[in-house]
Structure formats: C-alpha cells, structure tokens
C-alpha cells in the first residue's frame, strides 16, 4: 500500500474511502452525502481528487491483497497513523459518519472500521468525540 505524506488531503481521503469501499460496495446515496459536504474542499483535494484516492486505494488493495473491503489491523494502523492533526481527524470522522449513514445501513465491514479508527484516533484525544 502505498504511503501518503502525513496530513496530506490524500491520507485523510483514504480514511473515507476505506469506510466508503468497507463493506465491498459504494452506494450514490454515501456519494451524495460525501458530495453535499463537498469533501474535496474540506480536505484540500482538487475537483476528481477524492475519486482519485477512492481508485488509487483500490487498486493498492487488489495488488496487495487481491480484493477489495477490509484491510488487516496493521496496515490499517500505518494508514491511520499518516493523519495526526486534531482538526483533520475531526474533518475525517464527519465526513466518514456522514457516508455510513447515508445509506442507513451500518455493515460490519463499516463498523470494524470505524472501531479501528476510534482505538486509534479518540482513545489518544478525547476531544474528538462530540459533546
């Protein structure tokens, strides 16, 4: 898998797109969602930037692992680690709770995600849970 620099937009778009692509399928209505809190200017990517980073992280999975949905912890850890700013992490966990429930669905897939992302990100700063 190939690495971002640290808080780049890419690394915290490849956050979404990991939820978004999770449970092995991309509904409009999460890319609606993502769309209407235009994701791209939120996290700095060009127009088409997180179309991009959805693309690019698939093909790393399908050469790396040779399908698509969840990536193992550790890899899924190194990913995490390339977004560290509060703000940015803050950014990232609306932006992925807005694509899960657009759909209204919850998949296991989504949720072991979002777990990974709050053993790793809120258990380190609190902050980010919402008041």
Known sequence: MRSYPKNSPQAAARIVALVLI?????????MDALNHLQIESELGLPPGGFAQVV??????MLLNTGSLG???QSTLALLLAEVDAPALRLA??????AAIVADHHLSDAEAQVMAAVHRHWVRAEPELLPA
Not at 22 to 30: F, I, L, P, T
Not at 55 to 60: A, G, I, N, V, Y
Not at 92 to 97: F, S
């Open 22 to 30: 999770s449970d092995g399928h991309v509904c409009r209505s999460e």
């Open 55 to 60: 693309q690019t992280l698939c093909e790393d």
């Open 70 to 72: 969840l990536v193992d």
């Open 92 to 97: 990232v966990l609306r932006l992925a709770d």
